[in-house]
């Protein structure tokens, strides 16, 4: 128990660091069972993992915030958070010095999303967090180590696990907000629309390396016709602006916050907790960001519908490169896309390619059609939702090849949208260069890639996956860049999907299953069990995040070694 923990603690002071390991085990304090399941070989390697496991009961938050999925993952990342919280306030106000004292819990950003670090189950709750072990040099420092573990940590436990210590009010809220984000997603689907902004939404963030809303930022209104209200779970009605289904297109001046808002609509995918300013910025939850990515690698794609001719008579029907340009990269982007079953694609012409978005009617003059090898996506952006029910909202202030097919164009004007369709519509009535040119384009079916189990066999050593902050996975030696997945926005997403690819290569992946079934079995173990059965190990799985399937396809995809079959 946590008496014998404190005085075995004791007298391993001064001995060598390794003698920690003996720790490993189980201990009974008053409130929690303290479980150590690994303990760090030296000072200076990775710090130990620990979990409390509590009972609810001990805990004591009420039943009906816990009653649901969504309920249970808005509570457990407000005891992360509030677990957070707490380690500083007892560090700060600890007697040792606090250099000594190094407990860490993972860190949510502005999302909430489903993690490992609180996870709460029928009876039980349990925080997985890890603890530095002291040492002066390589010498154990056994009376810090009791102090830390059986002096601070049940402060820290008590005043973020029990009911009675939390900001009861902040808890409801943010159960009450993920309720009311997911009506409105579900809503989204009801009325045949693609996303929603709230007016008042605060979508500007303070800059590009902070994620907190802008200070003094001019907020969201809508444009008077595309006005919706939602009524919430909550008993809140809310108002603002409704996208529908099809083709959006976003115009204005440079500078205007055409981009920021795309960028809360990329977001709008997860929920975000109160005071965020996207709190009701709700996009689909399947909708993809497609950018391009010049040099990375594409595997057997087919982007035909996009680009044909090639030099060199290279095929587009499984288009393979070690080095895409900007153009195929998106094009291969737009496929994978719809392979992972995104209903939307967001576009900024910003990180387009341009020949890949537009071609404008003096370079279809000058330049044969069976010269060009790229269909901009201009022609193909309303055969993709004619056929196959997939909408597009995009941004493209320098051009009007867009006018004749948007549904409905919006212009950024100094922070304030404006509906300005039928001037736009009017403008491409009139222009007589631009008629015909759409019509006989088809979007051409979407195939299917079957991955292949050999693809994932390295050896030895070179045979593990390792996150490496958000942007890359180590596969061995090899690096996964996943930097162009814009929509991937946590740390421990990253690390899930490399346990979730260890997963998919050892269970799941048989050479008969498409690429989204092997994903979708991935998905509905994680839904069963939890996300800790990715591993093959019971006790701390380490920080990890569920992240969307678009992003676990997105990375498969830029594995290097990735192989499809035919
Ligand atoms: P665009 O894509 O139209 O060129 P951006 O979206 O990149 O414009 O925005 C330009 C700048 O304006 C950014 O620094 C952004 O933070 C700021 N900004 C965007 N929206 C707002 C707003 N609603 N209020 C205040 N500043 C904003
Ligand atoms: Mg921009």
């Known amino acids: 128990n946590a008496e014998q923990l404190k005085s075995i603690l004791n007298k391993l002071d001064g001995q060598k660091y390794g003698t920690y390991k003996q720790l490993k085990g189980t201990y009974q304090f008053d409130r929690f069972k303290l479980a150590i399941d690994h303990v760090q070989v030296d000072p200076y390697a990775p710090p130990s993992k620990m979990r409390i496991i509590m009972n609810r009961d001990t805990a004591g938050i009420p039943a009906e915030l816990l009653d649901s999925k969504d309920k249970i993952i808005a509570v457990a990342d407000f005891l992360t958070r509030a677990f957070g919280e707490s380690i500083k306030k007892h560090k700060n106000g600890a007697k040792m010095n606090s250099k000594n004292i190094k407990i860490l819990i993972d860190r949510p950003g502005e999302e909430i999303l489903e993690r490992t670090s609180v996870v709460i189950g029928e009876h039980e709750l349990e925080v997985r967090f890890e603890v530095g072990l002291p040492a002066a040099g390589r010498r154990i420092l056994g009376k810090a180590a009791a102090d830390i573990i059986t002096g601070i940590l049940p402060k820290i436990a008590d005043d973020s696990l029990l009911y009675q210590n939390l900001d009861q009010k902040g808890l409801e809220k943010q159960v009450s907000l993920v309720l009311d984000q997911m009506h409105i997603r579900q809503v989204l689907n009801q009325k045949n629309l693609v996303a929603f902004v709230a007016n008042g939404a605060i979508l500007p963030r303070t800059s590009g390396v902070s994620d907190k809303p802008l200070q003094g930022a001019v907020p969201f209104s809508s444009p008077e016709n595309l006005k919706v209200q939602i009524d919430l779970p909550s008993g809140k009605t809310v108002t603002g602006m409704g996208i529908a289904e099809g083709i959006t297109l976003i115009v204005g001046g440079g500078y205007h916050g055409k981009s920021t808002l795309l960028q809360a609509l990329e977001r709008g995918v997860y929920n975000h907790v109160p005071g965020d300013g996207r709190e009701m910025v709700i996009t689909r939850s399947d909708a993809a960001k497609i950018r391009a990515e010049d040099g990375r690698n594409i595997e057997k794609v087919n982007i035909s519908t996009f680009i044909n001719n090639l030099p060199a008579k290279k095929d587009t029907h ?101 509906d300005v369709t039928d001037a736009a519509k009017e403008i491409a009535a009139s222009d007589a260069d631009k008629k015909g040119n759409m019509s006989d384009e088809k979007f051409s079916e ?102 969307r399937k678009q992003e676990f396809i997105g990375a498969l995809n830029r594995y290097r070694g990735f192989k499809i079959k035919g």
Do not use: W
């Open 446 to 547: 979407i195939s299917q890639r079957i991955p292949l189990k050999s693809g994932f066999s390295k050896s030895g050593k070179d045979d593990r996956l390792k996150a490496k902050g958000r942007t890359t996975i180590m596969y061995g030696k090899e690096p996964i860049e996943l930097a162009g997945l814009e929509q991937l926005v946590d740390d421990s997403q990253t690390n899930c999907i490399a346990v979730m690819i260890d997963y998919l290569r050892h269970n799941v992946l048989d050479d008969t299953l498409t690429l989204s079934e092997a994903v979708d079995q991935v998905y509905k173990h994680m839904e069963r069990n939890g996300l800790d059965a990715l591993l093959p190990y019971s006790g701390h799985p380490g920080n990890l995040a569920r992240p």
């Open 318 to 418: 499984a288009f393979s490169t070690e080095n895409a340009s900007g153009s195929t990269s998106q094009a291969a982007n737009v496929i994978e896309a719809l392979e992972s079953d995104s209903s939307l694609l967001l576009i900024d012409e910003d990180t387009s390619a341009t020949n890949f978005m537009i071609r404008d009617a003096r370079m279809q003059k000058l330049i044969a059609r069976d010269k060009e090898p790229i269909t901009p996506f201009s022609q193909k952006v309303k055969p993709l939702y004619d056929e196959e029910n997939v909408s597009t909202i995009l941004i493209v202030g320098g051009s009007g090849d867009y006018f004749d097919v948007a549904d409905q164009v919006l212009m950024m004007d100094e922070y304030r949208l404006k």
